[in-house]
């Protein structure tokens, strides 16, 4: 199968000399870790099936966050803790978007407006939860930050999912939102709108934002102020989904989306000198036109791959409110408690052992680690009949 791994080992080379001085060290080591993830350069080891002998090669992953064959170990290790989290309540899906104009200043700086992102939007949530009259309850919620879109452009989003609930002021009753309704989405754009035009003007105000290149003339007040004034008045895209259908489908939107990356192996068509062909969804369109396949150069593929790798440390999924990580325990215990609910199982139980392996795809049978190869190393081969015949005669 066609990898992006395979992509950049072919044009990143010739991408990384066109670009010599522009690309960020972070950058590189992204490119680097993916071209050599599970391939001999990080070394690996060999196992055995106890039944019937069968034998594989099993290469180190990078375990880089932005590499696609590295997210789902991780998803599965992050999932097994958050099954622990559940209610028996229904959950909302909420996204918050950026419009365009404030998206380029978010690229050019990225920790800042990303984190800005994060703190509006999930306040923009705690606070109309909170007013009477809508639901009245503190809530709590999981938000995942997306910066792309299909086509891999640059565009930041926060996804979240939210229990459809929350505890009154005084903690002695659990809140239930309406069926199939949690928030007014237009209430939520308008506050969200506020808040981080608010802090954006802030961050300006402290130094704290660069620009350059188109965006340069905004370091100066008023310019940045022009820039900004007509989204004041724009309506912003907050988007609500109707409720998922139980815990098990909670479960399986965030396996997609909590450790996604830019794009999927899965997605990707065809490499030639055309360039690379993935399929892609315009979300503005209905039937079967919503899905079709771009192509793109293989540098302009891995410029814009490049775009959504992350600043060094940036957490890209955070809980606020009642599932924030000092008070989670105590108050979904509480909200159990309310709703007369079982006890969860605990991720211990959930989850599975660090040392698994994979079952003996001949016979089913248990596979053992039979040896352990170095980077840049090859596993030994199986001795050879004349070899064995030589050690038994010394």
Known sequence: MLEVADVFRAAGPAYRAARAGHLSLHQRKVMAAIETCRTAALGGHVEACDGCGHTRIAYNSCRDRHC?????AAARTWLAAREAD???????????????E???????NKAAVYDLLFRAASEAMLTIAADPKHLGARIGLTAVLHTWGSALTHHPHVHMIVPGGGLSRDGTRWIAARPGFLLPVRVLAKLFRRLFLAGLTVLHAAGRLAAFGSLAPLAE???FLRH???VRTKRWVVYAKPPFAGPAAVLAYLSRYTHRVAISNR?????????????VKDYR???PERYGVLTLAADEFIRRFLLHVLPRGFHRIRHYGLLASATRRANLARIRDLLAAAPPITPAEAAQPSDWLAPCPCCGGRMTVVEIFGRFQQPRGPPTASASTRMRAT
């Open 68 to 72: 696609p064959k590295c997210q789902g």
């Open 86 to 100: 559940l209610l028996p309540v229904g959950y909302f899906h909420v996204v918050f978007t950026l419009p365009a």
């Open 102 to 108: 404030v998206a380029q200043i978010a690229f050019q």
């Open 221 to 223: 007040r008023r310019a």
């Open 228 to 230: 900004l004034a007509p």
């Open 267 to 279: 997605r990707l068509v065809g490499f030639d000198a055309a360039g690379v062909t993935f399929r």
């Open 285 to 287: 369109r209905d039937g």
